[in-house]
T-cell receptor
Framework: AQSVTQLGSHVSVSEGALVLLRCNYSSSVPPYLFWYVQYPNQGLQLLLKYTTGATLVKGINGFEAEFKKSETSFHLTKPSAHMSDAAEYFCAVSVYEAAGNKLTFGGGTRVLVKP | EPEVTQTPSHQVTQMGQEVILRCVPISNHLYFYWYRQILGQKVEFLVSFYNNEISEKSEIFDDQFSVERPDGSNFTLKIRSTKLEDSAMYFC??????????????FGEGSRLTVL
C-alpha cells in the first residue's frame, strides 16, 4: 500500500518569495508521483508528475519538483510566489497495477500569498 | 483539449433520498474512478472501474454506493439512501493505460453534494 505525508497543512509566503511544499511518500514499488492544485471552488488540476527518467520535473505556472528516492520525497518549489498561486496543493502517489492507477493523496497544503 | 465533465455541479438532497452523479470520461480512456472530498479533508478514493466492472473499492464504498457505465460514454455514481455524512465534493476521473503507463488521472471539476 502507498501513503503520502504532506508536512504543514498551511503555508504563508510573501509575494516574490520562494514557495516550498514538502511531500514524503511510502511505496513498496517504484512510484508515480504527482502534484495537483485546487483553486477555490474548482476541481483538481495536474501541476506536474514524475514517472521515470529525469528526477527534476517542471510543471505549469513555474512550479517544479524533485524526486529523491533516498529521501522518499517529492517536494514542490517555485522560486517566486505570485498572488495567483494561492490555492490548495495535493501530493499524490500511484503505482501501476492491473486494476489501474489509483491515486493516494496527501492531506493537502493550503498556500496563502501575502502582498 | 479533451476533458472529464461532471453533472450536476451542485445537488442538494434530503437525507434518505437517492442521488445519481454523472460523469463523461475522456473518450479513449479505459479506467474510471470516483473520489470524494469532505469539506476541509483530504481527497479519498472511492472506487475504480475497468472493463465494465469494479476493479477496486475502498472501505467507504459500502452497499449504499454503486457505479455503472450504462451507455458506453457516461459513468455514474449512485448513492441509494443518502446520509448527512455523504455531503462532499465528488470527483470523477479517468485514465488511459497505454504503453507509457504514466498513471495520470484526469479529473472533472466535481459535483458538490449537500445532504440536509
Amino acid at each position: 500500500a502507498q501513503s503520502v505525508t504532506q508536512l504543514g497543512s498551511h503555508v504563508s509566503v510573501s509575494e516574490g518569495a520562494l514557495v516550498l511544499l514538502r511531500c514524503n511518500y511510502s511505496s513498496s514499488v517504484p512510484p508515480y508521483l504527482f502534484w495537483y492544485v485546487q483553486y477555490p471552488n474548482q476541481g483538481l488540476q495536474l501541476l506536474l508528475k514524475y514517472t521515470t527518467g529525469a528526477t527534476l520535473v517542471k510543471g505549469i505556472n513555474g512550479f517544479e519538483a524533485e524526486f529523491k528516492k533516498s529521501e522518499t520525497s517529492f517536494h514542490l518549489t517555485k522560486p517566486s510566489a505570485h498572488m495567483s498561486d494561492a490555492a490548495e496543493y495535493f501530493c499524490a502517489v500511484s503505482v501501476y497495477e492491473a486494476a489501474g492507477n489509483k491515486l493516494t493523496f496527501g492531506g493537502g497544503t493550503r498556500v496563502l500569498v501575502k502582498p | 483539449e479533451p476533458e472529464v465533465t461532471q453533472t450536476p455541479s451542485h445537488q442538494v438532497t434530503q437525507m434518505g433520498q437517492e442521488v445519481i452523479l454523472r460523469c463523461v470520461p475522456i473518450s479513449n480512456h479505459l479506467y474510471f474512478y470516483w473520489y470524494r472530498q469532505i469539506l476541509g479533508q483530504k481527497v479519498e478514493f472511492l472506487v475504480s472501474f475497468y472493463n465494465n466492472e469494479i476493479s477496486e473499492k475502498s472501505e467507504i464504498f459500502d452497499d449504499q454506493f454503486s457505479v455503472e457505465r450504462p451507455d458506453g460514454s457516461n459513468f455514474t455514481l449512485k448513492i441509494r439512501s443518502t446520509k448527512l455524512e455523504d455531503s462532499a465534493m465528488y470527483f470523477c476521473a479517468s485514465s488511459e493505460v497505454a504503453g507509457g503507463k504514466t498513471g495520470e488521472l484526469f479529473f472533472g471539476e466535481g459535483s458538490r453534494l449537500t445532504v440536509l
